[in-house]
């Protein structure tokens, strides 16, 4: 295999990666995962320069499976990028919405950045799945951008 073709390959063994370590699911979310049970999207943030800007993290569950009410989800960001800052670092389920019908999650992660630029954005998203066979417990890496104009 060519340096080239091998390069090229790197980003697909990368998203197709099993977990590494303590049995975590890997994953980079530039945008949107998708499986057989669950959806998470990840937007990207854009704002002004030190105006209050935030990234929206979205779940859904599929296959009859629902976000378990009785189990915090939690949100945990990275970082921050030097001239970006959290309005929070950890959220948890109260941060956020639950869908009446328990299928669909969405939080807002709050922050400022200090100058103009694009800052990588980096966290970790955890949440139990459960259906009446039983429950089984998510926890995945993303990445995404916040753009600052």
């Not at 945008?31 to 779940?59: D, F, K, P, Q, W």
């Not at 189990?71 to 929070?88: C, F, N, R, S, T």
């Not at 799945?129 to 998510?138: I, P, S």
Request: charged letters at 30%.
């Amino acid at each position: 295999m060519t340096l080239k073709k091998a390069l090229l390959l790197t980003p697909l063994l990368l998203l197709a990666s099993p977990a590494l370590g303590r049995g975590e699911e890997v994953q980079l979310v530039g945008s949107n995962v998708e499986t057989e049970t669950y959806n998470i999207s990840a937007r990207r943030g854009t704002s002004g320069v030190a105006e209050r800007g935030h990234l929206e993290l979205r779940i859904q569950s599929k296959q009859g499976y629902t976000l378990d009410n009785e189990y915090d989800i939690a949100v945990k960001m990275k970082g921050p990028a030097k001239g970006l800052e959290w309005g929070q670092k950890k959220l948890d389920r109260d941060d956020g919405q639950l869908s009446a019908d328990g299928n669909e999650y969405r939080i807002k992660i709050p922050y400022r950045a200090e100058r103009l630029g694009e800052y990588p954005a980096k966290g970790k998203v955890s949440f139990r799945l459960c259906r009446e066979d039983g429950c089984k417990r998510v926890k995945r890496s993303f990445e995404t951008a916040v753009v600052v104009h």
